[in-house]
């Protein structure tokens, strides 16, 4: 296995599918070996493209109160890893982003998870990283992260922390009753 220092550069200096990104590569990840979180998303949005820094947008912040977590422990790569299914900004379309380029994952997730020897929790944000991280099960984004109990204590399929999902939220108030809270405990268990 290659050293961790080397693959993070070369991820950093990736342009495979540069012809299909609108704004150009600009990969988007935060990982270190000894992490104990990983959190599997979808594609940076354009906040996180332009700043190069990952959730830096509403979806981060709402991802941070459902975690319980500051800023500080949040971007701290020795404890969260955040790799997305494609490290750039894919573009936008009439209905949010576009999907998650499939490149990334195929060139690079294997190479990745393999240096994350430490992980305790993985969090699988949204259906492209879920059907990428459990398989095309049939089960829907809602009948999956309502099954979350069958993946406990290891990993958690979560909806987006988009705001495009407050409608999601609203009609699933379970979430946010049942889920959340013990989310955030088996969170502070880890980081202590």
Known sequence: MRPFSSLLAEVRACTICECHLPLGPRPVLQLHPKAKILIAGQAPGRKAHDSGVPFDDA???RLREWLGMTCEVFYDPELIAILPMSFCFPGTSD???VPPRSECAAAWHRQL?????HLELTLV???YAQAHHF??????LTERVKS???YWPHMIPLPHPSPRNNLWIRRN???EIELLP???ERVSEILI
Do not use: I, Y
Not at 113 to 117: E, K
Not at 135 to 140: H, I, L, M, R, V
């Open 113 to 117: 998870m393999a240096q994350l020897c």
């Open 182 to 184: 013990s989310l955030r």
């Open 125 to 127: 944000l949204g259906q």
């Open 59 to 61: 979806s981060g912040k």
């Open 148 to 150: 979350w109990r069958t």
């Open 135 to 140: 398989g095309e099960t049939g089960s829907s």
């Open 173 to 175: 108030p379970w979430f």
């Open 95 to 97: 209905s949010g982003d």
